[in-house]
């Protein structure tokens, strides 16, 4: 895929969180740049993952803008970014699959962006859990950094 880098984890029967384990680009994040992770949730009730997701982002706005030349729906709140579709996996199972995109601009390797992935991450794990929502596996996927349209 193009633009995935550093880690692929696929959770199956394990834990589904993400952690960023390694160095994550070639260069700390600049200020016109989003981090990108993507996330890839198999359940058998897909209905409820989206109704999660769309209960942990109602607040946010939404956004239309060109990534890389590609067309990107999704919803902002100005420092996480978040756009979704159905896809099919590997193995020709349907998946809800998310792309977070997190800012930062400290020009930090340490930065506020991954935080900010991090807890979006959890979060959605935390709200499956309290929710009583089954999920088969999530591969979760660092993405290299994109220029930030906004």
């Known amino acids: 895929m193009p633009g995935s880098a550093a880690e692929t984890l ?24 989003w981090a990108v992770l993507r996330a890839q949730i198999v359940a058998g009730d897909l209905i409820s993952v989206d109704d999660a997701v769309e209960e942990l982002t109602g607040f946010m706005d939404p956004f239309r803008e060109d990534l890389e030349g590609l067309p990107v729906v999704g919803v902002t709140d100005g420092q996480l970014s978040v756009a979704k579709h159905e896809v099919l996996d590997d ?23 991954f935080t ?6 959890s979060a959605l794990v935390d709200y499956f859990n309290a929710e009583g929502i089954t999920v088969e596996s999530i591969t979760w996927t660092e993405g290299d950094p994109v220029k930030r349209p906004f």
Do not use: H, I, Q, V
């Open 91 to 113: 193995r020709g199972r349907r998946a809800l699959a998310l792309t977070f995109y997190a800012a930062d601009g400290s020009g930090s390797a340490n930065s506020d962006a």
């Open 116 to 121: 900010r992935l991090n807890s979006a991450a």
């Open 10 to 33: 696929d959770t199956p029967g394990g834990s589904l969180r993400w952690k960023r384990r390694a160095a994550w680009g070639p260069a700390p994040l600049a200020a016109d740049e």
